[in-house]
């Protein structure tokens, strides 16, 4: 064939040049290949000039494809009309979903209909099904359906997604007439009405941001499909598609002024930017900003810095930009509701004062410059909301003029004293949280009222263990809040909940929630400087000096309680002494309390279980106990050990054990056996210890859970690596330890104890036992023991390793050494250290592990073999070697990322 006229594409080749002796495999990927590399260089280039040609990139790939699929349908000689006397059949090739907008990264799908009049005869079929392959044989993401007309109306009628793909469909070649009679019908009122196809992309909407968590602040965000993603715009533009009739008349139609439709591109390229940008750095489809992937991408898009300083300055780009389709989109949104669907006549605004109204629910202005005239009626507007409680929202036009003011206020709205007093009113109602302050985030009024706030918004959080921004794990911890007042939060939360009904001034709590992480990200200890801040705060807001104390030393101490309930020995008392030493009232633990199980929630969808529950009300239980009862009525050790050994003893005759039986049994344990364990724990020990032969191991695993973990129980002789040949074989079955208790009786046997829990939280399922308690057994029985080889870290942690640190808490205690440990959290990382403390000739007597995120906070109690406390030189030589020995495991990372 002779070659077509030159294209006028800014890349140098087109498709329709390619001669029929070229449609090869190997060709055309060299030429796909060369293309992509090509577009990858302009990319890189036009960053570096700061040319914005992310448009013209998107829309040449897209060209490019059209013009391949052009010349492979000639090159099959597809016909677009089979001609018949009956029946003439047209065929086209079209267009749909996001390659018919014209819009394709990389990695984007490339979905195509062809389209006929009637089912097609086999001779038609071979050569389309001959393109289609070849599609295929180049690795090109292809998404086909070859239909013809009737049953592809069918299915757009069936399906919203089919309906919707067909509304942005483009004709690439083929009979034009029959694509014209596609577009005709698929506008027609008899498939998915306007309002019908509003009402479903709305709901679609909703359930889409449901899946994210209802957020734009995800620190690892879905740029397509995360609340504020591509995904938003393109809604809105599939409704007014439909609506309009093919062509999107946003701008024609008034729904947005010039300025907001310029935001909304603007957005839209950024978006493109960052999606092109992470589609050239990554090898398989995917559209998630994860964290190994970020700081990549940052650099790519000329984001400068040292460290993770590029990553922060994209990031706080993007939420800012996500925040802002947000916006537009709910005005859009609430626009084309009153354009398609028809109000109800019954509805009609009715002024509720002479500065607001109320349309369909929704609060609205009467002046649209009352804000800029009067910033105090932004504060105004929202307790209005909260004085009516039919209000469900805000209208469009009142978003609008927001947007407007908090972009021209000269000073923060906190510097009036109307405006503080409207705030304290707000703060104080009890419906404050969820109508007022999580609004007023939404809409950018927090940072437009609280000093510092601005500087949190949008803050990256560079850990596995928070979820969200600062800012959002802010919102989320008052949302917690707010649920403990909630029929499902005193089911999921009943102590916390019960103590929360008995605050004197809940709202309280707002304030510390706002202020207990503001600030992050200055340098130096948050805490210490949030509760500067919020002293001030208090100050400037009329609070007495009760209450601002009250509030200062919860954002001091917010971590206090869970850092003590989780990396601390609970049944010691000298640790409740301590604990409560620093909390000094009933007072401030009940709003810790309170403050610290909604920090946790908030943290992450996953870190809250059972485990977590019953460690904060086991602390916050004895530390009330302790300043009911008073410092000289809490329990000596020994006097704790008689009274479980007493209590066992009585359940134990109850059950038809003999009392002579049990104390021969309880002869070979010490008392650290009956203080270190509870009363149904002795008890469960002994109804399945008496019967068994004690010269042999026994694994047990309790069918109940244990204070919300599962509870494991090795009885084996001890020996060296016992400790962690246990750890090594639950690290194979992936389970994470929570808790070890270590007891060894007199006879030289360990009855040791592990909570552990699934990988998502929750405890072992019941089926799983038989194969956990057989394979210990294996374990415990082979006398050599054997370290399952290292994985390699995970890419998505690599980013985060962290250097090991380890402390030794000498204050803690006289008899026995405390040793915390932070360290990248890794599988067989407990195995590991394990062995250093076998090697050393080191007993350990109790372990709590805590994992945060990507990193372990880890305490381990420990003696030497003359069962004391380590000397000072001892203690140096167990640092540097549990340090050398997992700095050994990083070794085989490195090799293994070589």
């Given at each position: 064939?002779?070659?077509?006229?030159?294209?006028?594409?800014?890349y140098?080749?087109?498709?329709?040049?390619?001669?029929?002796?070229?449609i090869?495999?190997d060709?055309?990927?060299g030429q796909?290949?060369?293309?992509?590399?090509?577009?990858?260089?302009?990319?890189?280039?036009?960053?570096?000039?700061?040319?914005?040609?992310?448009?013209?990139?998107?829309?040449l790939?897209?060209?490019?494809?059209?013009?391949?699929l052009?010349?492979l349908w000639?090159?099959?000689q597809i016909?677009n009309?089979?001609?018949?006397?009956?029946?003439?059949?047209?065929?086209?090739l079209i267009?749909?979903?996001?390659?018919?907008?014209?819009?394709?990264h990389?990695l984007?799908?490339?979905?195509?209909?062809?389209?006929?009049d009637h089912p097609?005869?086999?001779k038609?079929e071979?050569?389309i099904?001959?393109l289609i392959r070849?599609?295929?044989d180049l690795?090109?993401?292809?998404?086909?359906?070859v239909?013809d007309?009737?049953?592809?109306l069918?299915?757009?009628?069936?399906?919203?997604t089919?309906m919707t793909?067909?509304?942005?469909?483009?004709l690439?070649?083929?009979n034009s007439?029959?694509?014209?009679?596609?577009?005709?019908?698929?506008f027609?009122d008899k498939?998915?009405?306007?309002?019908t196809?509003?009402r479903?992309?709305?709901?679609e909407?909703?359930?889409r941001?449901?899946q994210?968590?209802s957020?734009s602040y995800n620190?690892e965000p879905?740029l397509k499909?995360?609340?504020g993603?591509?995904?938003?715009?393109?809604?809105?533009k599939?409704i007014?598609?439909?609506?309009?009739?093919?062509?999107?008349l946003?701008a024609?139609?008034?729904?947005l002024?010039?300025e907001e439709i310029a935001e909304l591109?603007?957005?839209?390229q950024f978006l493109w930017r960052?999606?092109?940008a992470?589609?050239?750095?990554i090898?398989?489809y995917d559209?998630?900003?994860?964290?190994?992937?970020?700081?990549?991408i940052?650099k790519l898009?000329?984001?400068?810095?040292?460290?993770?300083?590029?990553?922060?300055k994209?990031?706080?780009?993007y939420y800012?930009?996500?925040h802002?389709?947000?916006e537009?989109?709910?005005?859009?949104?609430?626009?084309f509701e009153?354009?398609?669907?028809?109000?109800?006549?019954?509805?009609s605004?009715?002024?509720?004062?002479?500065?607001?109204?109320?349309?369909?629910?929704l609060i609205?202005?009467k002046?649209?410059?009352?804000?800029?005239q009067?910033?105090?009626?932004?504060l105004q507007?929202?307790?209005?909301i909260l004085?009516?409680?039919?209000?469900?929202g805000?209208y469009?036009?009142t978003?609008?003029?927001?947007?407007?003011?908090?972009?021209?206020?000269?000073e923060?709205?906190?510097?009036?004293?109307?405006?503080r007093?409207?705030?304290m009113?707000i703060i104080?109602?009890?419906?404050?949280?969820k109508k007022a302050?999580?609004?007023?985030?939404?809409?950018?009024?927090?940072?437009?009222?609280?000093?510092?706030w601005k500087h949190?918004?949008?803050?990256?959080?560079?850990?596995?263990?928070?979820?969200?921004?600062?800012?959002?794990?802010?919102?989320?911890?008052?949302?917690?809040?707010?649920?403990?007042r909630s029929?499902e939060?005193?089911?999921?939360?009943p102590k916390s909940?019960?103590?929360?009904?008995?605050l004197?001034?809940?709202?309280?709590?707002?304030?510390?929630g706002?202020f207990h992480?503001i600030?992050k990200g200055?340098?130096?200890?948050?805490?210490e400087?949030?509760a500067?801040?919020?002293?001030?705060?208090?100050?400037?807001?009329?609070?007495?000096d009760?209450?601002?104390?009250?509030?200062?030393w919860l954002?001091?101490?917010?971590?206090l309680?869970?850092?003590t309930?989780q990396?601390?020995?609970?049944?010691?008392?000298?640790?409740?002494?301590?604990?409560?030493?620093k909390?000094?009232?009933?007072?401030?633990?009940?709003?810790l309390?309170?403050?610290t199980v909604?920090?946790?929630?908030?943290?992450?969808?996953?870190?809250?279980n059972?485990?977590k529950?019953?460690?904060l009300?086991?602390?916050y239980r004895?530390t009330?106990?302790?300043?009911?009862?008073?410092i000289?009525?809490?329990?000596?050790?020994?006097?704790?050990?008689?009274?479980?050994r007493?209590?066992?003893?009585a359940?134990?005759?109850?059950?038809?054990?003999?009392?002579?039986q049990?104390r021969?049994?309880?002869l070979?344990?010490r008392f650290d056996y009956?203080?270190?364990?509870?009363t149904?724990?002795i008890v469960?020990?002994?109804?399945?210890?008496?019967g068994?032969?004690?010269?042999?191991?026994?694994?047990?695993?309790?069918p109940?859970?244990?204070?919300?973990?599962?509870?494991?129980?090795?009885y084996?002789p001890?020996?060296?690596?016992?400790?962690?040949a246990?750890?090594?074989?639950?690290?194979?079955r992936?389970?994470?330890i929570?808790d070890?208790?270590?007891?060894?009786?007199?006879?030289?046997f360990?009855?040791?104890?592990?909570?552990?829990?699934?990988?998502?939280?929750?405890t072992v399922?019941?089926?799983?036992?038989?194969?956990?308690?057989?394979?210990l057994?294996?374990?415990?029985?082979n006398?050599?023991?054997?370290?399952?080889?290292?994985?390699?870290l995970k890419a998505?942690?690599?980013?985060?390793?962290?250097p090991?640190?380890?402390?030794?808490?000498?204050?803690l205690?006289?008899?026995q050494?405390?040793?915390?440990?932070?360290a990248?959290d890794r599988?067989?990382?407990?195995?590991?250290?394990g062995?250093?403390?076998?090697?050393?000739?080191?007993?350990?007597?109790?372990?709590?592990i805590?994992?945060?995120?990507?990193?372990?906070e880890d305490?381990?109690i420990?003696?030497?073999?003359?069962?004391?406390?380590?000397?000072?030189?001892?203690?140096?030589?167990l640092?540097?070697?549990?340090?050398?020995?997992?700095?050994?495991?990083?070794?085989?990372d490195a090799l293994?990322?070589?």
């Open positions: 064939m002779n070659r077509p006229n030159q294209s006028t594409l800014i140098p080749i087109s498709p329709l040049e390619f001669l029929d002796h070229e090869t495999i060709f055309l990927r796909l290949d060369r293309f992509q590399a090509w577009s990858f260089e302009y990319f890189k280039q036009s960053l570096i000039k700061k040319q914005n040609s992310i448009e013209t990139l998107i829309a790939r897209s060209l490019f494809i059209d013009q391949l052009t010349r000639i090159y099959f016909p009309l089979i001609p018949s006397p009956v029946k003439p059949n047209r065929i086209s267009a749909v979903g996001g390659f018919g907008r014209a819009e394709l990389p984007s799908d490339i979905d195509i209909l062809i389209l006929s097609l005869p086999k038609v071979k050569p099904g001959d070849i599609l295929w690795h090109l993401d292809i998404g086909q359906s239909r007309i009737n049953s592809c069918e299915e757009a009628k069936d399906d919203i089919v793909n067909l509304i942005e469909s483009r690439i070649t083929g007439a029959l694509f014209e009679t596609l577009k005709t019908e698929i027609s498939i998915w009405p306007s309002a196809f509003y479903a992309k709305i709901d909407q909703q359930k941001h449901k994210y968590h957020t620190l879905d499909n995360s609340p993603g591509l995904r938003d715009i393109q809604t809105i599939w007014a598609i439909r609506h309009f009739g093919g062509t999107s946003i024609k139609m008034n729904y002024t010039a591109q603007t957005c839209e960052i999606r092109f992470l589609h050239s750095v090898n398989r559209n998630r900003l994860l964290f190994d992937r970020q700081l990549s940052a898009l000329n984001y400068q810095g040292e460290g993770n300083a590029p990553v922060e994209m990031m706080r780009d800012r930009v996500a802002s389709i947000t537009l989109n709910q005005m859009l949104t609430q626009l009153e354009s398609i669907l028809a109000l109800n006549p019954q509805n605004p009715y002024y509720i004062d002479e500065h607001f109204l109320v349309r369909e629910n609205d202005i002046q649209d410059d009352l804000f800029l009067n910033p105090v009626m932004i507007l929202f307790y209005t004085q009516h409680p039919q209000i469900i805000i469009s036009n978003i609008r003029q927001l947007r407007i003011a908090r972009r021209q206020l000269p923060l709205l906190s510097k009036n004293s109307e405006a007093k409207l705030l009113a104080k109602h009890p419906d404050a949280i302050i999580l609004p007023m985030h939404k809409h950018g009024i927090l940072a437009a009222y609280i000093p510092g949190i918004v949008g803050m990256m959080q560079f850990d596995l263990f928070h979820a969200y921004t600062v800012d959002e794990h802010t919102i989320r911890l008052l949302l917690e809040l707010d649920d403990l029929d939060g005193r089911v999921r939360h909940s019960s103590v929360y009904a008995k004197d001034r809940p709202e309280l709590l707002i304030i510390t706002l992480d600030a200055r340098g130096g200890d948050h805490s400087l949030g500067e801040l919020v002293t001030t705060f208090c100050r400037l807001h009329g609070l007495d009760r209450d601002s104390d009250l509030i200062s954002v001091r101490c917010h971590l309680m869970s850092v309930a990396s601390r020995d609970l049944q010691d008392p000298a640790i409740i002494r301590e604990f409560a030493a909390i000094k009232s009933k007072r401030r633990l009940r709003y309390l309170c403050l909604a920090d946790v929630c908030a943290t992450n969808e996953t870190l809250w059972s485990w529950q019953s460690l009300r086991e602390l004895q009330e106990r302790y300043f009911d009862s008073g000289h009525q809490i329990p000596q050790q020994r006097n704790i050990a008689r009274e479980h007493a209590a066992a003893l359940m134990l005759i109850q059950k038809g054990y003999s009392e002579k049990v021969h049994f309880w070979n344990y009956f203080l270190r364990y509870t149904e724990q469960w020990h002994a109804e399945n210890l008496l068994h032969d004690l010269t042999k191991i026994l694994v047990l695993i309790n109940a859970p244990f204070h919300g973990g599962t509870e494991i129980v090795i084996s001890d020996k060296r690596y016992l400790f962690t246990v750890c090594n074989e639950l690290t194979n992936n389970l994470t929570h070890a208790l270590i007891i060894t009786n007199k006879r030289g360990a009855l040791d104890t592990f909570i552990v829990l699934e990988p998502d939280g929750q399922s019941s089926d799983r036992h038989q194969a956990i308690k057989e394979g057994e294996r374990a415990l029985q006398p050599n023991y054997k370290r399952s080889a290292i994985k390699p998505r942690l690599r980013p985060f390793a962290k090991t640190e380890i402390d030794f808490l000498s204050n205690s006289d008899q050494t405390y040793m915390s440990l932070i990248t599988p067989g990382l407990l195995a590991c250290v062995e250093v403390f076998a090697k050393l000739d080191l007993s350990l007597r109790s372990a709590k805590a994992t945060i995120g990507e990193h372990v305490l381990f420990l003696v030497d073999n003359n069962n004391s406390a380590l000397d000072d030189n001892s203690c140096q030589i640092r540097e070697a549990v340090i050398i020995a997992i700095d050994n495991m990083e070794d085989v293994a990322n070589r």
